[in-house]
């Protein structure tokens, strides 16, 4: 059967959140898109990563607050008879989501007249690729490629998935809460799905070879999350190493901070140890594009080091973000059809949706100061918010670093039950160059938990007026 043909100017590779995007905004710009996608549409973060996760997170959130109640009532004076969770019942609810948002993304690319091709790359130079679809090898070739492959689970080598050894991906599919389960990597993937687990009934530990959980964040805001992880009974073991599963039954062997072999029981073990990017086994190699590190290196315009060739999303390095892979996915998208952009975004805010929740947009007080910045910090506690109060979740504070000399505003962190959402106040504040009067200025409604990033502004000022 001879070979089919498809010629466009605009290919992207791999349907993720950078490789959609980037096809609905050249596709509304009248560029003549094809998009290809090996697995599902929405890649990585609203199949197996972010929407799945979250989902799973709330469930294990609702059954928590129900159990808790089953005990004493506490202070609301609400009492319930002990809830049970049918997990298979709540994966189902959670892979209903993600069908909606799956065929969302489809309709979206169809909307905007992207040829959507199923099945895998295979670059045979750098403007062809092949794919093998369900009804043979599709040739494409395209005046524009961007590569948007995304990234996967990293493997230890003496403890493959497989069997009991399972990564995040199987994690958000169990039928069934594991009795025991050992966490090995206490990252954001690693906290939020242990601590999910945990109030959903399982006995958690969690191993980190660090000093510390969250080894990205300072001390002072993963004290929160680490105080609530001892709260639900969560073993946290740092400076302990992985070895691999014993041999008699089912355990992790370790090696404790003290230099101690332990084995830990489990009935499933969630390495959670970092992703990397996908790079491999389609042909990559080929073109031979420059690395950093493990990553395809881009400039600010996201271009690789082949002319006609782009690279977004989690291939390109850190932050590996869905939200960053989007605002790359979109720029190229433009670029492509002859808009002239360049990355240049103040921030890229990150959330770890762990209990309490962290958010971080900008920089923190080490970094401002390793930067050379004298700067001025102001800190305001929830447990001084009365929307905190009134919802028994007081734990956690907003943090805002600005310049001495200026007040502009450099960073701001928080750490409190359901500061995510305001993750973009904080990315606002430091886009549109926003200084401590700006924010201390602006009305913030009452009563929310917002009013802490005034009041911290405020603090930063001399003036706080609630504390
Ligand atoms: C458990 C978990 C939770 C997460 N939570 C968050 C969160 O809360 N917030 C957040 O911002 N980020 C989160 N992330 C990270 C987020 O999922 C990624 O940053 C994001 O998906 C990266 O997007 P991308 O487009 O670069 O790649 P991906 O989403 O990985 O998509 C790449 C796509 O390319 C396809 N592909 C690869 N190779 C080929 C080929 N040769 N041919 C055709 N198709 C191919 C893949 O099938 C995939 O669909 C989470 C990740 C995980 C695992």
């Known amino acids: 059967m001879p070979m089919k043909e498809i010629v466009c100017k605009l290919l992207v590779i791999g349907a993720g959140p950078g490789g959609y995007i980037c096809a609905i905004r050249a596709g509304q710009l009248g560029v003549d898109t094809v998009i290809v996608e090996a697995v599902k549409a929405g890649g990585t973060c609203l199949n197996i990563g972010c929407i799945p996760s979250k989902a799973l997170i709330h469930a294990a959130e609702e059954f928590e607050k129900v159990s808790h109640m089953a005990g004493n009532g506490g202070p609301l004076g609400i009492t319930v008879e002990a809830p049970k969770l049918d997990l298979a019942k709540a994966v189902a609810w959670k892979d209903g989501i993600v069908g909606r948002l799956n065929s969302g993304v489809l309709g979206l690319l169809r909307k905007a007249k992207v040829k959507i091709v199923h099945g895998k790359a295979t670059f045979r130079d750098g403007k062809t690729v092949e794919v093998e679809t369900e009804t043979g090898v599709q040739i494409i070739r395209a005046e524009t490629v961007v590569i948007a492959t995304g990234s996967e689970p990293v493997e230890l080598p003496f403890l493959p998935f497989g069997g009991p050894v399972i990564s995040s991906t199987e994690a958000l599919s169990l039928k069934t809460v594991p009795k025991k389960l050992v966490v090995v990597g206490g990252g954001y ?136 892979a989007m605002a790359q996915g979109e720029m190229v998208a433009e670029i492509v059809a002859g808009k002239k952009r360049t990355w240049d975004k103040r921030c890229i805010p990150a959330v770890c949706f762990t209990d309490p929740e962290i958010v971080t947009a900008g920089l923190s007080p080490d970094e401002a100061r390793a930067q050379g910045y004298e700067i001025r910090v102001g800190q305001f506690p929830f447990n001084a918010n009365g929307r905190a109060m009134t919802m028994l979740s007081e734990d956690g504070f907003v943090r805002i670093v600005a310049r001495a000399d200026s007040n502009l505003v450099l960073g701001v962190q928080a750490v409190g039950a359901g500061v995510s959402e305001l993750s973009s106040a904080f990315a606002l504040a430091i886009e549109m160059g926003a200084r401590l009067e700006d924010i201390a200025a602006t009305i913030h409604a009452h009563p929310t938990r917002s009013e802490g990033f005034q009041e911290a502004a405020l603090k930063a000022l001399g003036h706080a007026l609630h504390i």
């Open 189 to 324: 993937i690693g906290l939020e799905l242990g601590t999910a687990f945990a109030k959903m009934g399982s006995e958690v530990t969690v191993v980190e070879a660090m000093q510390q959980i969250l080894p990205q964040y300072d001390a002072e805001l993963v004290r929160p999350v680490a105080k609530r992880l001892a709260d639900l009974g969560i073993r946290v073991l740092t400076g302990a190493k992985a070895k691999g599963l014993s041999e008699e039954g089912l355990a992790l062997t370790i090696e404790t901070a003290e230099g101690e072999e332990q084995r830990l029981p489990a009935d499933k073990i969630l390495v959670t140890v970092g992703r990397k990017p996908r790079t491999e086994g389609w042909g990559l190699d080929e073109l031979d594009l420059d690395r950093t590190g493990k990553f395809l290196r881009i400039d600010d315009r996201c271009r690789t080091s082949m002319r006609g060739v782009h690279a977004i999303g989690d291939i390109t390095g850190e932050p590996m973000l869905a939200h960053r």
